[in-house]
């Protein structure tokens, strides 16, 4: 059993940076497979990012790239996502959310989700 809480969200002008926390209880968070969701509001959620357990494997969407950077701290059982050159199209809910079996780009891979950080960015 793997609990996650999201920190670090708030209000933020474009352009501006935030970053993201995700503490994870649980021995066995070094294994997990980390991610990084978003969901605005009125759409679905959509992945942001992973990052395998050795961190030897990272991917983004397409419109977070040079942009987001996620990372990790085993030893402290933290996942961070970097946000910089924040947009308004960022403006959502983030969750982080770990995954047993490999990596994944699709919700349904995870098994265990956050309760959620907001992020608005504003004009």
């Known amino acids: 059993q793997v609990q996650l809480v999201e920190s670090g969200g708030g209000l933020v002008q474009a352009g501006g940076s935030l970053r993201l926390s995700c503490a994870a209880s649980?021995?066995?968070?070094?294994?997990?497979?980390m991610g990084w969701f978003r969901q605005a509001p009125g759409k679905e959620r959509e992945f942001v990012a992973f990052?395998?357990?050795?961190?030897?494997?990272?991917a983004y969407t397409n419109s977070v790239k040079g942009r987001f950077t996620i990372s990790r701290d085993n030893a402290k059982n933290t996942v961070y996502l970097q946000m910089n050159s924040l947009s308004l199209e960022d403006t959502a809910v983030y969750y982080c959310?770990?995954?047993?079996?490999?990596?994944?780009?699709?919700?349904?891979?995870?098994?265990?989700w956050g309760q959620g950080t907001q992020v608005t960015v504003s004009s």
């Open positions: 990052i395998s357990w050795k961190s030897s494997a990272i």
């Open positions: 649980g021995r066995t968070f070094n294994i997990y497979t």
């Open positions: 959310a770990a995954n047993r079996d490999g990596l994944g780009y699709v919700s349904s891979e995870y098994d265990y």
